[in-house]
């Protein structure tokens, strides 16, 4: 069975070049457009790994990583920021908050399913 994954982000071009990118390798994608939006679908679903970006309406993704660390089906899942944010300040925070790992948009789809591979396989 397909690995399945959650992308969010409120960016429709992003969430669709990551989808197409995961989808192509095989991975079932499933998309979800701000952190709340997410939460709520990881909540009602099961995925081996998140993608999510950190500047969103509703709610950021360090708000989001906090949130779905705190659910037990999500305390070991992988979650990977994909965002414009660099900064060493801000990967430190994400590495607080729970994040396994940083990829800074845009992203080379052969490094992203590297990176995936990686994590889940």
């Known amino acids: ?3 399945t994954i959650l992308t969010v982000d409120d960016s429709a071009s992003i969430r669709q070049m990551v989808s197409f990118t995961l989808k192509e390798a095989g991975y ?8 709340q939006d997410g939460l709520d679908k990881a909540r009602s679903g099961k995925f081996d790994l998140i993608f999510t970006d950190q500047n969103m309406p509703r709610m950021d993704g360090l708000s989001l990583i906090k949130q779905l660390r705190a659910l037990p089906p999500y305390k070991s899942v992988p979650i990977l ?3 414009t944010e660099s900064s060493d300040a801000m990967k430190s925070q994400g590495r607080a908050a729970g994040a396994t790992g940083w990829l800074v948009k845009p992203f080379d789809p052969a490094k992203l399913l590297e990176v995936v591979r990686k994590v889940i396989g």
């Open 1 to 3: 069975m397909a690995k």
């Open 28 to 35: 079932a994608v499933t998309e979800a457009v701000d952190g």
């Open 81 to 83: 920021m994909l965002t």
